[in-house]
Nanobody
Framework: VQLQASGGGLVQAGDSLRLACAAS????????MAWFRRRPGNERDFVAA????????FYADSVKGRFAISRDNAKNTVYLQMNSLKPEDTATYYC???????????????????WGQGTLVTVSS
């Protein structure tokens, strides 16, 4: 599976941005999907995850209430809507796919099998 992330950019604090991640295979519909981010000088951290149905979502405490993950299985695409952005949200954002069917979406990056190339989000104060 190839994942193509897009939607990053430079915004001001308080603005919104929506990231998209398009998958190359229709089997995308069976995969848990997630977004991770790597802030400057930090390791890659979990941001949000969604199960194949789209009905169950999971968030890091730092983004809960501000970010929303969703998916459109007809378009093989997962989204991350980011609202009320803060300078500390500045990072390269990565989408990931977990091909282990029937499990709760993992929260650890090493449990994901496929990765997008990353898209940079910069939030100025």
């Amino acid at each position: 599976v190839q994942l193509q992330a897009s939607g990053g950019g430079l915004v001001q604090a308080g603005d919104s941005l929506r990231l998209a991640c398009a998958a190359s295979r229709r089997t995308f519909t069976h995969y848990n999907m997630a977004w991770f981010r790597r802030r400057p000088g930090n390791e890659r951290d979990f941001v949000a995850a969604i199960d194949p149905s789209g009905r169950n979502t999971f968030y890091a405490d730092s983004v809960k209430g501000r970010f929303a993950i969703s998916r459109d299985n007809a378009k093989n695409t997962v989204y991350l809507q980011m609202n009320s952005l803060k300078p500390e949200d500045t990072a390269t954002y990565y989408c990931a796919a977990d091909n282990l069917i029937g499990v709760v979406p993992p929260l650890k990056d090493y449990e994901y099998d496929y990765w997008g190339q990353g898209t940079l989000v910069t939030v100025s104060s």
